[in-house]
């Protein structure tokens, strides 16, 4: 028989009867009553919802989103207003909307819980979720507008747009749509760009301690276009420090950040090398291109230009502050708005967020635009490399998708026209401080910095083939950015190249077999798409409809015979210059 | 002593065996159904959509003869269990210490103490630990407090060592930790990020773990120590002689489950490092290794196989634990 020990009870509080004390029952009672009463605080929540929607006789339109900004929220509340003022003036029945702003954190697994339960809202933002997910998703939940945006949007009535489907007043035509399904399911509401933001006060304060110093000719309001004066002005200004003590530290970064950065600085200096890579003479190198070329060793990583690129990418990543390449970017954001450094790469989405932290900091101040800037044909070291500005490719984005849980189709349907005709599409975007995507419609003063160029250079290279390729860059350029490997040795751009001849040729073979593979995989559903685009093509009665799909058929999507022949083509190549590249040692 | 029951008289005792069914429903679908399910498309190529296709053992070919990335996630796990398993020292002392409170009521609300933060998720944890790591605080912290500067010594010092008495083992490594007037960018290079995944979580007091022992210390019988102390023994010696021994199978029992959650952690490292392990990819870990594979690179049915020899590691893992642990009993 086991004993009891005799401090079994040590644990617990002295008890002076068997009957259980009120501090012993409130104890062992606290965990019950909290959760009944959460459970009936929920309940009661649940039922009184549902009361209401019973009850409710407006028109209920949902929408769900990401954006946290005030502004976004306020610009769909302000449009829906005026969405509701139209229908009243129409002698339509009023619309009760409403929105859910869901932290990007945690969107795509309550988008997909929302959609999996049915009860979704009627229109969602489309992303954080893998491409193969949303593809099934939009196949499954989502209602397409094919038909709908190849007739006129209505809201443009009186505009230049007012005969043109509805697709074509989007700054891309709204793109391809959903290749894979044959069908366009999302409307944008805006486009994006990215600029430095920099803070002239503080720049006018310090390039004024510098002329004092006689480190610079002229005080500065705005920071200089050319990259090497750039440079050179972020290491005078790293030389000063504030009033703690602390040197300034000029470019506020984190990776992201830098992105930008690099997109719109860096990468279109590399555009010389598509000369060697760019086969079908397009002007934008890709990633096949990119991958034959030095498969066949007609382009290496240790070509003089790319190695150029690659020290400017380096003396840019060594203006940064210590650590950047770990913070995030709202860390980054924090240095600026705390001005401990004056320059920072923002895009279009959050620029109206960091003017407005400026102007709330504790010590407030006034946040200019600027282009990021770029190196000059002039330039003695660099300038072979500058061909021009990048291009910026005009994109739709903030995108939403009408689900087919919706109660009111033609409501969500009429409310998307509304948002995205020429002059509320504008309107919205005024308030929200984003671009406009559509033709014609104007940005506000302070978007006009960020009007994308669109005659330009992109990045004469595409490193990126695929999951191998991409991790494998993530983990060999921070070496780079931050000059050393992970044993603390020196990496610089030589060390780049070198690992990058050794080691890329292998994860890219890797990653294009996988998308080798993946093709002849879709060949067999390809075949079923076809057949039926060839049903809908002979039983379309609408000739614009008929004329689209005509075009899809014929053109933009590959008959499988044809992809055959492209496989058989890329396999042959790919067969005769890995043997090549393995007799000169450059593949394992 | 186990009885057989014979079929025919289960349906005498039907009502009961339909109370469990809800259970085994349960458990059959959310715990073994994914697993032979993963085991069976681990040997398939399958992308977790329409392609699905058998190819047999390649996947199992792949992840041993030709990824070295996996073998190199393994040698990291390990390193990071042994700095986990020593973190488990605190959680002991703490419990001793707790246990070792002679006011009941004192005891209670320090016990209430170490158990409110478990209901902290463990991800706010490491979220905290990051935003440590990158936004400066820590780098302020020890600048204000002159740690900075010992850190810089200490650094200096190993260096001294390994040039002089050429001992280059952690010597080596230690001497270009940290440098005068540069900041640590704790996460943004190969050894300060070594360094900050073993040192996150200060001070180590694992809240479950501090529970379980205690649970243990308390059947200590008073007596036991009135005994210790009439033989003049000093407080370390009762640590040493009474209370270590009684706790030393919860002490295996909690390695093996360290052990277990440092193979199965994939949120800790992804918060810190993202899907990249780091930089230059040194702190790969074999979960992350497999979400990668899943999610990133479309490979469903590689990232099963890889999920398979995780479990086959980890029952290894739990065979040898109660190997070393049957002695004891």
Redesign the interface.
Known sequence: MSSV????S?????VRSDAPSRWQWIKNSAATFLLATTFFACLARVLLREKAKLTNDKIVLSLAHWQLEPGVTKGFDEMAKRYNEVRRARGDAEIEFRQMPIPEGAYGQWVTTQLMGGTAPDLIEIGFL?Y?TLL?FHARYFTPVTREIFKPNPYNKGTDLEDRPWKETFVDGLGEGIPALQEYYDVGLSTFSCRMFYNRELLKTLTRKLVAQGKLDKELDAPPDNLREFLSLCDKLHELTDESGRPYLPIAGSPDRFGLINWLTISPLSAPVLTEVDDNCDGFANDTETFFAILRNRFRFDDPRLKKVMAITRAVTMRLQ???????RD?AV?LFVQQRSLFIGAGSWDGMTLIKQAAEAPKPFAVDITQFPMVYPSDPEWGELSWGRPYEKPATGFSFGMTKMSKHPEVVLDFMRFLTAQKHNQEFNEIIGWIPVVRGAEMSKFLQAFKPNLHGVLSGYSPVL???T??FM???N??LW?G?????KAFGVQEWCDRMNNRWLGEAFIDFE?RD??YR?QLA?KETVLATTRAKILLNSDPQMKKYLQQRYNGAFDPPVDAIRDIARSRQLLQDARAEARKQGRLK | MSRRVAFKNIRHHLSLYWFVLPAVAFIGTFNYFPVINGLLHSFY?W?????E?VTGTQNFVDIFAYNPQFWKSFANVLVLGFFNILKMIPSIITAVCLHRVLS??L??WY?VGFVVPMVVNSIVVVLLWRMF????ILNSLLTSTGGMNLLVWFSNACAWISSTLHINIFFAWAG?LFKPG??????????L?WLSVVIWGFPYVNQFGVLVY?AVL??????VYEAAEVDGVNWFSKFRYIELPLILDKVRLMMFLVLLSTINDAGSMMIFF????G????LQVPAVFMF??A?????MGMACAIGIVLVVIIFLMNKINAWLIQPAE
């Open positions: 020990p005799e401090n079994a040590r644990a617990l509080p002295r893998p193969d099934r210590p650590g950047w390449n770990s913070v995030t860390e924090m695929g999951a191998h991409e991790t993530n983990q060999t921070p070496n931050i050393e490997d992970s044993n603390g996988q593979e993946a995989d559903s | 190529t992308n977790g959509g329409d392609v296709r009941e009521r005891q209670f016990r790591f990158t936004n400066g270009e540069i900041s640590p960018n704790w996460l943004g290079t190969g050894k990020a205690l308390q059947s200590i019988g008073k007596d993202g899907l990249d392990g930089p230059d990819g040194v990668r594979e999610y990133l690179s479309q490979k």
